[in-house]
């Protein structure tokens, strides 16, 4: 099983996951054969990649992507948001109060990512566009809780930053929508009228202080640069920090109306340029240590020349995959795959192979 671009589908291609709405409706089930009726409605429905069976690779086996969380949990999370969110713009003023069922499941993730304290994430996040708020915000929780769980904070801690991660971008729901999708650079106005979602978020949740504080300062800046107040070293608490991070880590990695995603391995590049500059250096370093730079099932280069698809990825070294190499310059196409830890025998990634790279080489091979 392989994530693969929406937009590298072809027909024939066996689905591995089933791809799911918000609302858990499933819009195609495991095993479908993709036709190109198919392809074009993933595609129509904003749906960036998905996971289907390799023939190539079937006898790799890539083991499956765990998530840090449950998948039933971060689809209700979803959900709920989802709802708390539309009943917040119609009820235009009132202080959000978080329901119970998703206090709850805020709690539920803590506890999941407490108990699995080797657990690495793998961007394995398939979403559609017209519901990139919900799940980004789900995304920002999952990233901060981690983050904030290898920082060494306490249960409380990470339920208090997890509920304001969560809600972090609420101000969103005052901001019109036509600014917000916007697919072209935004004009001067309107990137002050987004500037102001963070002020609105603190106002929308004025009943829960830690909340408040931690959505009025997620875009500040330790170097002054953020806003909407232009803060700087030892203003920015550490919660907003975690969450600001994780919501730049988030929105580089997705695919939006205005440009393409970066790989996580692009993505962690450019955190690690932020260290002391943006954010704080233990903060950094905290998400270095969490998120794999090659997920599973990312097909990769080794500096020897090795071909393979990565597996696992070693907590604290998240450049350092195992890779069940299958391809070697010595030997060509192998019958037999091995697995091989970049970190134990000094080797490195030198790229990411392409989806369409695979095909060409199986055919010079065979
Ligand atoms: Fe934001």
Redesign the pocket.
């Known amino acids: 099983m392989r994530k693969i671009q929406v937009d590298s589908l072809v027909p024939g291609m066996r689905l591995a996951k089933q791809v799911l709405g918000t609302n858990s409706e499933v819009y195609l089930n495991a095993g479908v054969i993709l036709t190109s009726r198919y392809i074009r409605k993933l595609r129509e429905l904003g749906f960036a990649c998905v996971y289907v069976y390799d023939a190539f690779l079937e006898d790799v086996q890539v083991p499956e992507v765990q998530d840090v969380v449950h998948e039933e949990t971060r689809r209700s999370a979803i959900g709920q948001l989802r709802k708390l969110l539309i009943d917040t713009e119609a009820s235009r003023d009132k202080a959000i109060a978080p329901p119970k069922e998703l206090t709850q499941t805020v709690y539920e993730m803590v506890d999941q990512i407490v108990e699995n304290p080797s657990r690495m994430i793998n961007l394995s996040d398939i979403r559609a566009q017209d519901e990139y708020l919900y799940h980004h915000s789900v995304n920002v929780c999952v990233l901060a809780l981690t983050a904030g769980a290898e920082i060494g904070l306490t249960r409380r801690q990470l339920f208090e930053l997890g509920v304001g991660a969560l809600l972090?971008?609420v101000g969103?729901m005052r901001i019109p929508t036509q600014i917000l999708n916007k697919p072209g650079r935004l004009t001067k106005e309107e990137f002050e009228i987004i500037k102001q979602?963070?002020i609105w978020a603190k106002h929308l949740l004025r009943d829960n202080p830690t909340g408040a504080s931690i959505a009025a300062m997620?875009?500040e800046r330790i170097n002054g640069e953020g806003y909407p107040y232009g803060l700087k070293l030892g203003e920015i608490s550490t919660y907003a920090q975690i969450t600001g991070l994780a919501?730049v880590f988030d929105a580089l990695t997705a695919d939006r109306c205005y440009r393409k995603a970066h790989p996580p391995h692009e993505a962690l590049e450019l955190l690690m340029a932020t260290g002391d500059y943006w954010f704080e250096f233990n903060i950094v370093n905290s998400f270095l240590a969490i998120v794999a730079a090659y997920p599973i099932g990312t097909l990769v280069e080794l500096n020897s020349r090795e071909i393979g698809v990565v597996v696992e990825t070693p907590k604290g070294f998240p450049t350092l995959p195992t890779v069940r190499v299958f391809v070697t310059a010595e030997e060509g196409w192998l019958p037999v795959p091995y697995d091989l830890s970049t970190l134990e025998n000094c080797r490195f990634v030198v790229r990411v192979l392409e989806d369409e790279e695979l095909a060409f080489i199986k055919k010079r091979f065979f």
């Open positions: 972090h971008d969103k979602h963070p997620h875009h919501d």
